[in-house]
């Protein structure tokens, strides 16, 4: 049986960070699904669609990537009702600091009492790239700073479209 993961989030963009944490979780899972979550709780700056074909283009096309191990889909669901659609038993989760831990905590806690089944399993990004937020990234671009250290040539380009 396939050991499959998913990897929510809303990506908006994709960074080096979660990337990073996709590499590395593709040396202990056989499959990952990148899960876009379409929660209108969040003020995205990206559509849910952009936000697929950004990260089909950061993944598959900037780093090429093996698209037989990785799906990307959009989701507006909980959590453990998609692991149990694809057949996991966990859910990837990126660490980038201390900050970070409470909430994921809680998180994980969460979906536990909701399926005692799934586990949540974390992994740590680079060093390199434990600063790097979504959030901080869309605030670099707006103001004209460059962030080539921060995500790849695609999510850039989309980023500058964003603010022009």
Known sequence: MKKIAIYPGTFDPITYGHIDVIQKALKIFDNIV?????????????SVDERID??????????KLKRSKIKIISFNSLTTRLCKKFN?????????????????FQLAGMNRKLDNDIETIFLMS??????????????????????????????IKSLKKKYE
Do not use: C, M, P
Request: hydrophobic share 40%; no cysteine; proline share 0%.
């Open 34 to 46: 990148v899960a876009i979550s379409d929660s209108k709780q969040k003020n995205q700056l990206f």
């Open 54 to 63: 950004i990260v089909n283009r950061a993944l598959f096309f900037d780093l």
């Open 88 to 104: 996991s038993k966990i859910i990837l989760r990126g660490l980038r600091a201390v900050s970070d831990f409470e909430y994921e």
């Open 126 to 155: 680079d060093v390199k790239n434990q600063i790097i937020s979504s959030r901080l990234i869309k605030e670099v671009v707006e103001l004209k700073g460059n962030i080539k250290n921060f995500t790849t040539k695609s999510t």
